[in-house]
């Protein structure tokens, strides 16, 4: 049931790109890994540098466990990878996903990556979020669920940047230094957050 609601996601964002030309070998790929998803900004220069240009063009290979499926009913219900989430407990919930863990293959897949200043680090490997919200549900329940994402998200980084840095995530995002300001972009790749919303009708 999941795959197939991703799939139905991916072949909606991938109607965006109906007047760029498709490759067959893309087929091949497509066999040996769950999802594929072209990850762009919108602009002219993106157009002609990644998607029309098929050797530039370097689509995500999303796997079905990198794919982390939220779902809100109208009365605000959370629900995580088909499991009900307590309201007190969301945030707990979803760091679980969010902080790398090799261990457990249950988890989103992990890599390892060098960086100039963190150094060797485990990162999750093209985690994508998918939040489906019902359209009933009142705006002040939605804006508390979502609020809870990021702060899930923001905790992760700045657990990361107190061990790894020395400073809170804060602290660095405020600081004016050259260094500390690479080291706050640094997260960015370290910890990517590749999150959309799907409003249920």
Same mark, same amino acid.
């Given at each position: 049931m999941?795959?197939?609601?991703?799939?139905?996601?991916l072949?909606?964002?991938?109607?965006?790109?109906?007047?760029?030309?498709?490759?067959i070998?893309?087929?091949?790929?497509?066999?040996?890994?769950?999802?594929?998803?072209?990850?762009?900004y919108?602009?002219?220069?993106?157009l002609m540098?990644n998607?029309?240009?098929?050797e530039?063009?370097?689509?995500?290979?999303i796997?079905e466990?990198?794919?982390?499926?939220? @779902?809100?009913?109208?009365?605000g219900d959370?629900?995580?990878?088909?499991?009900?989430?307590?309201?007190?407990?969301?945030?707990?919930?979803?760091?679980?996903?969010?902080?790398?863990?090799?261990?457990?293959?249950?988890?989103?897949?992990?890599i390892?990556?060098?960086?100039?200043?963190?150094g060797?680090?485990?990162?999750n490997k @093209?985690?994508?979020?998918?939040a489906?919200?019902?359209? @009933?549900?009142?705006?002040?329940?939605? @804006?508390?669920?979502?609020?809870?994402?990021?702060?899930?998200?923001?905790?992760?980084?700045?657990e990361?940047?107190?061990?790894?840095?020395?400073?809170s995530?804060?602290?660095?995002?405020?600081?004016?230094?050259?260094?500390?300001?690479?080291?706050?972009?640094?997260?960015?790749?370290?910890?990517?957050f590749?999150y959309?919303?799907?409003?249920?009708?």
């Amino acid at each position: 049931m999941k795959k197939t609601k991703v799939l139905l996601y991916l072949i909606i964002a991938s109607s965006i790109f109906i007047s760029c030309k498709k490759e067959i070998e893309e087929i091949n790929e497509l066999l040996e890994t769950d999802f594929k998803v072209i990850e762009f900004y919108y602009g002219y220069d993106n157009l002609m540098t990644n998607v029309r240009d098929n050797e530039k063009s370097k689509p995500l290979i999303i796997r079905e466990r990198n794919f982390l499926e939220i @779902n809100v009913n109208q009365n605000g219900d959370f629900e995580l990878e088909g499991e009900i989430v307590e309201p007190n407990l969301i945030v707990s919930e979803l760091k679980k996903y969010l902080t790398p863990n090799p261990e457990n293959k249950e988890m989103p897949e992990t890599i390892e990556q060098e960086f100039p200043y963190a150094g060797k680090v485990i990162t999750n490997k @093209n985690l994508f979020i998918s939040a489906l919200y019902h359209e @009933n549900l009142n705006y002040k329940k939605y @804006n508390k669920i979502r609020n809870k994402i990021f702060i899930a998200y923001n905790e992760v980084r700045n657990e990361f940047t107190l061990k790894k840095y020395g400073k809170s995530l804060s602290e660095l995002r405020n600081e004016d230094k050259e260094i500390e300001m690479q080291k706050y972009y640094e997260l960015t790749s370290i910890f990517q957050f590749r999150y959309t919303e799907i409003m249920e009708e």
